[in-house]
């Protein structure tokens, strides 16, 4: 053995089916997957960004701008592709808006730190500068973002409609940013500290196609989509109690197969008679609570839908499981398993009344702690994508009611922390210093999309956007409607800060994330072309180019 090893043969660790990327090539492999993510959604980014269009492998089309919807659709198959893609789930959840934002900076600071490894600089030191500025420009959207009341609707409306501007909701969104505003203003709730808590949990949107965006509309309780279950049945109920119930009003079938012999006409008349008894019992119950309504998540027999309808009992089966639960907070009811051992202390109260031309249940309690948003639009793509578009505006308003800190848009503070930046890389020592210098840069990215998404000039329009910094506007952006380089703010494009401060968080620590990896080991092929010979640049683009082959069928 130790003869072998002098005669310089390596020893073989690994099976012959793995793969091992090690030092630059790894750091090149990661680089160039994670870029390949960020430039697919850059695109889309900013008021005049364009749509993708996503086919699954089912068929499906979705139309979307909506940066997380872009990256979760797509069908890549890349271990480093697939962490930046958290970056924009994190973002998701945590501020509800500004996934493209956060992809995008990702990137580039992938793209810049490439440049300073070329130099020789060690990715340790790219970590640290990536970091100390990350906490520093935290600290300096907290010191530029402007306190607002929460009862400001005006300036929150605005926020809303700029989370709006350039997605499928832009169209109507000063009617929606109202829907908006309101609707949040529904299910927010001030804590004993002060503080106002926007309960979401509490808001459900519902959608409907064939009519304009513009004919949405809020509403104080829930929404049923269903028919009464019976023609004879009232539509209408007003001060009625209210059943909620997931117990079928059917003949119970037993668990196990059994056979009864009949021998008798008789025999099979009593069976009938006895189930007929069943059923006539289950529906005494729900008249001795005394209920005029009855929303079953189960189903309910046709001679039970006979009886209800006798005894003037509007009654819907195969309600959702989620809209009972959420009409048990509107009227105040609980959902009841087991019909026999309901109460009526288990009835909730309010009004029920039914839209014909939408062919809608309408529920409102006494004392609703719930709203329905109800979106309209001419197709199921439009409402789709409409109803993505107010998510993000929901999630951006009760952020900014519950923060109470906004900035302005159009690239405005990416521009002032990427000067404040600059300024602080002057007191930090060693080779962190061009690190920090290069955060600054990748931030800037932001209004140079946005710039080339509108068509205009990325160069100049940051050289303005620098000069007007300068000369102390803060908030001076781009308004791409206008073309000019003004004080967004003033103009009404304003975000969370919540928003911008995760942004640069998710984005910093998921460039360290790929930097700090030098050996990438795979056990299978690391490739990600899946047999196409279209896979561009490594890893992210061969899953594109799978998603380009398949488009090239359709046509």
């Known amino acids: 053995m130790s003869q072998r090893m002098q005669q310089g043969q390596p020893m073989i660790v690994m099976s012959e089916d793995s793969q091992r990327v090690k030092d630059q090539d790894a750091q090149d492999y990661n680089i160039s997957a994670a870029r390949s993510v960020a430039e697919a959604v850059r695109s889309t980014l900013g008021p005049k960004g364009m749509d993708k269009m996503l086919v699954d492998s089912m068929g499906s089309v979705t139309i979307t701008n909506d940066g997380v919807t872009i990256l979760k659709e797509m069908d890549i198959d890349n271990p480093t592709a697939e962490m930046i893609i958290e970056v924009a789930e994190t973002q998701e959840d945590e501020a509800g808006d500004g996934t493209t934002t956060a992809v995008a900076i990702a990137g580039e600071l992938l793209k810049n730190a490439e440049d300073l490894l070329e130099q020789d600089i060690h990715p340790t030191a ?238 409102e309690g006494e004392d609703a702690h719930g709203v329905t948003l109800l979106l309209r639009g001419s197709t199921d793509h439009v409402v789709d994508e409409l109803e993505r578009g107010v998510n993000d505006a929901l999630d951006v308003v009760a952020q900014t009611v519950s923060d109470g800190r906004v900035l302005a848009g159009g690239g405005a503070i990416e521009v002032e922390l990427a000067s404040r930046l600059r300024d602080y890389a002057d007191s930090v020592s060693g080779r962190e210093q061009l690190a920090v210098e290069a955060f600054a840069d990748s931030l800037e990215l932001v209004p140079r999309v946005l710039a080339e998404n509108a068509g205009l000039d990325s160069i100049d329009t940051l050289v303005d956007l620098r000069a007007a910094h300068e000369d102390g506007d803060v908030q001076a952006g781009l308004n791409v409607f206008s073309s000019e380089v003004e004080n967004t703010f003033d103009a009404g494009v304003v975000e969370p800060a919540h928003a911008k401060e995760q942004a640069v968080t998710s984005a910093s620590e998921a460039a360290n994330l790929v930097l700090k990896i030098d050996d990438i080991i795979s056990a299978g092929d690391l490739s990600t072309d899946k047999g196409d010979d279209e896979g561009g640049a490594p890893g992210g683009a061969g899953g594109m180019g799978g998603m380009g082959g398949g488009m090239g069928g359709m046509m």
Do not use: W
């Open 126 to 363: 790219i970590i640290k500068g990536f970091h100390m500025a990350a906490e520093q420009a935290r600290a300096e959207v907290d010191d530029i973002a402007e306190d607002i009341d929460p009862s400001d609707e005006e300036l929150i409306r605005k926020t809303a409609e700029t989370s709006m501007t350039g997605k499928g909701a832009e169209v109507n969104k000063e009617h929606l940013a109202e829907l908006i505003v309101d609707a949040v203003s529904g299910v927010t709730v001030e804590t004993q500290d002060g503080e106002n808590v926007v309960d979401l949990e509490f808001l459900n949107i519902e959608t409907q196609t064939g009519r304009a965006v513009g004919e949405s509309d809020l509403l104080e309780g829930g929404i049923i989509d269903k028919e009464p279950v019976h023609d004879n049945m009232p539509t209408e109920a007003e001060d009625a109690d209210i059943l909620l119930l997931n117990d079928p009003i059917e003949i119970e079938e037993t668990d196990v197969d059994t056979e009864v012999s009949v021998t008798d006409p008789d025999q099979l008349q009593q069976f009938l008679d006895r189930e007929e008894e069943q059923l006539k019992e289950k529906v005494q119950q729900i008249v001795d609570l005394d209920a005029d309504v009855v929303f079953c998540q189960k189903g309910i027999d046709d001679l039970a839908q006979h009886y209800l309808a006798k005894e003037g009992i509007l009654a819907i089966r195969r309600a959702k499981k989620s809209d009972l639960e959420f009409l048990s907070e509107v009227v105040d009811a609980a959902v009841v398993s087991d019909l026999a051992s309901a109460t009526e202390a288990d009835l909730g109260f309010g009004d029920v009344t039914r839209d014909e031309e939408d062919e809608l249940f309408y529920v």
